[in-house]
């Protein structure tokens, strides 16, 4: 389904701030988010120009900028280098904004251009112009404008981050009415990514999408999780069997060892690099430290791959065979954990709890009262609601953090809260 630019005002309002004074401007965020969209919305009506690069030598990269981008300049002139591209920018008119995207790809085949932008943005940048770099992968751009010993630390002017859209905002773009459990599961099966969303059909079901995107043949995601580990130079099979582990119930670090059959120590790096790439997310116990307390848990952060690694990995070759009620189910499982993020993500101060033989999910801190949350992807009755108000009271006397608060409130959260 082609579907129309919606849902970006916030970016767009920051890139136009940032424009106005010139320099260097960083766009980063994962594969398929919608950056090049997002930017090459912004650029049309500015006369921006705008190359996504390609995975070739450096000579060839060049050429392919200027293939992009060399009829607008007005020049016979035909660059060697990343210096002689770089001066027909300072001699130009007319044009005040360049965007190069997937810029890691030009880095890996000339290690030395951040060195060559850097001298370029302090020495010649005309006034007014406006470089635009932007990426993909979050290891590559962290290394290129967030590390201290990089030649561009510190030079851009504004580092804008493009994040999954909202449940919202997909309904609005795919023109599905929000407000019921079928529109939310359907997002819990592609989550913010607008390239996923494009093969959402306002009157398919959710296990029609999930035929279509996981399950089908030639399905559009079946190699996705590779994808993202090969943009982000995660090599090795270590990083999709963490994921594999997580996907199949072990949170903490030392259930995802054992299922590796390895020492948690040997563990550390695959993590670090899994959680710098905003692939796994960690969560600690409400009110605790993460440099004291040792109770981390991992969860896996996007939908869709969660999805992937929860539901199609270890349930593929039996697929088919299952009923109409087993897939349903196996969907629905997912969603709700998809429906608890959606909840707890509207407080940002909100995180699960957890202790010997106590769990919440989630807990915040409201005007000194704690407010302690149940979460239930359905719609609930009087009877079910208090039956787990009590059941949440009874955890809270039992739970240590009780004695941290004099005040408490219990809430349940269903369904119904995605009408409002």
């Not at 035929?211 to 995601?221: I, K, V």
């Not at 065979?321 to 101060?349: G, M, N």
């Not at 769990?359 to 407010?371: L, S, T």
């Amino acid at each position: 389904m082609e579907l129309l630019f919606t849902n970006r005002a916030d970016e767009l309002k920051e890139l136009d701030s940032a424009a106005k004074a010139g320099g260097l401007l960083v766009v980063f965020g994962r594969r398929r988010v919608g950056k090049t969209r997002l930017l090459t919305h912004w650029l049309k009506p500015r006369n921006g120009l705008y190359s996504q690069a390609i995975e070739a030598a450096a000579a060839i990269q060049i050429e392919q900028v200027m293939r992009d981008i060399g009829p607008a300049l007005k020049t016979n002139i035909t660059p060697k280098n990343w210096v002689e591209l770089l001066e027909l920018f300072s001699l130009q008119k007319g044009h005040s904004i360049l965007c190069l995207d997937e810029f890691p790809y030009l880095v890996a085949s000339d290690p030395s251009l951040p060195s060559v932008l850097q001298r370029w943005l302090d020495h010649q940048r005309p006034k007014s112009f406006t470089l635009v770099l932007a990426g993909s992968s979050a290891s590559a751009m962290n290394d290129c404008f967030l590390n201290r010993a990089a030649p561009l630390y510190q030079r851009a002017r504004k580092l804008i981050h493009v994040e999954p859209m909202s449940y919202r905002a997909f309904c609005e773009a795919c023109g599905i009415k929000p407000g019921d459990m079928e529109s939310f599961t359907r997002f819990a099966l592609v989550g913010g990514i607008p390239k996923y969303w494009e093969f959402v059909e306002p009157k398919a079901s959710a296990l029609d999408l999930a035929d279509e995107l996981f399950f089908g043949r030639s399905a559009f995601l079946e190699d996705e999780p590779l994808r993202i580990l090969r943009d982000e130079n995660i090599a090795g099979m270590t990083a999709q069997s963490v994921l594999e582990a997580v996907g199949r119930g072990a949170e903490k670090p030392s259930e995802i060892a054992a299922r590796l059959g390895t020492a948690q120590t040997n563990l550390g790096r695959t993590f670090q690099q899994l959680l710098d790439a905003s692939i796994l997310a960690r969560e600690i116990p409400y009110g605790e430290s993460l440099r004291s307390t040792k109770k981390s848990r991992y969860r896996i952060q996007d939908p869709a791959l969660r999805f992937w690694f929860q539901i199609y990995s270890p349930h593929r070759t039996r697929w088919q065979t299952y009923s109409w009620a087993e897939r349903e189910k196996l969907i629905h499982d997912h969603a709700s954990t998809v429906f608890e993020d959606y909840c707890r993500q509207q407080h940002p101060d909100a995180a699960r709890y957890w202790e010997a033989n106590v769990e919440f999910d989630y807990v915040r801190d409201e005007q000194g009262r704690a407010v302690v949350s149940e979460v239930k992807f359905k719609k609930l009755t009087a009877t079910e609601r208090r039956q787990l108000e009590h059941h949440l009271t009874n955890g809270w006397q039992r739970c240590s953090l009780s004695r941290r608060f004099r005040d408490v409130k219990f809430e349940i959260l269903d369904a119904t809260i995605l009408g409002k």
